[in-house]
């Protein structure tokens, strides 16, 4: 099949470029290749390349930015998955759009399921959930994969962010009232080829690593992980803090882990817990 996998620059891009099935041809395109905006230049990639798929991975992702430039988030989360849904549905292909745990407001007692109601708290996850309904309306079996607290080797992350402050500080302060399952990029790529090969029906669907933790939880692991492979020489004191003590722009939800057993059932990816793939992660790192 021949995929178009567009935000070939983020994290889950490049991962998708490494992990594409070798029967597959794909095409990667980053921002700067391929305004996804422009309802005319998506039109003309999908007829000149014969898409099979489009994959999804662009988007907006300063959380706490986006409470100010809200128009630049719907732009590129909402309206431009709009024109993506759109040519999707003209030129015959079928989409997978990347989405977000931040749809959800953290109030339930359990596991968010896929079909579970949404009521995201901040700017960020309102645009993305708009993205969602543009996928979902598109009529063309679109599928939505939410997912949750992505990190990889390279990008901007809490892995890298936490590696750099502990190397840098005497302590780090980190909020442990926030509970999610951390999920390691290439996770999540294999999991959308596996929808793929699955051809899965549209709808939406959840992928995250297995296991929950706080951030303070994740921060910790993170520090022990590290010093065993070098990558850190000292460890330092982390002290875990609640989030009104750690004051941000936008309103992040307090738990956010995602159901992912229908699609556990439905892809042959294995899913591994969230601590393996850290690991997994800071050899690639270590490797670099």
Known sequence: ????????????G??????????HRVLIKTRADL?????????????QAEIDWIVNAA?????DRAEDERAQAVAINDTAVGVLAAAASQSGCRLVHLSTDFVFDGKSNRAYLPGDPTNPLSAYGASKLGGERQVLQSGRAGIVLR???????????????MLRLMRERAQVRVVCDQIGS???????????WGLVDAAAPGGVYHWTDLGVASWYDFAVAIQDEALTRGLLTRAVPIMPISSAEYSTRAQRPAFSVLNTGSTRA???????????????MLDELQTA
């Not at 439905?266 to 997994?280: C, D, S």
């Open 1 to 12: 099949m021949r995929v178009l996998v567009l935000g070939g620059g983020g994290q889950i």
């Open 14 to 23: 490049r991962a998708l470029a490494r992990a594409a099935p070798a029967q």
């Open 35 to 47: 305004d996804i905006t422009d309802d005319h230049a998506v039109a003309k990639i999908l007829a």
């Open 59 to 63: 988007a907006y992702t300063a959380v």
């Open 147 to 161: 997912t949750s607290w992505v990190y990889a080797a390279a990008g901007q992350n809490f892995v890298l962010t």
């Open 182 to 192: 951390p999920t390691w990029a290439t996770s999540a790529a294999n999991a959308i």
């Open 266 to 280: 439905l892809v042959r990816t294995p899913a591994l817990h969230w601590r393996h793939n850290l690991r997994n």
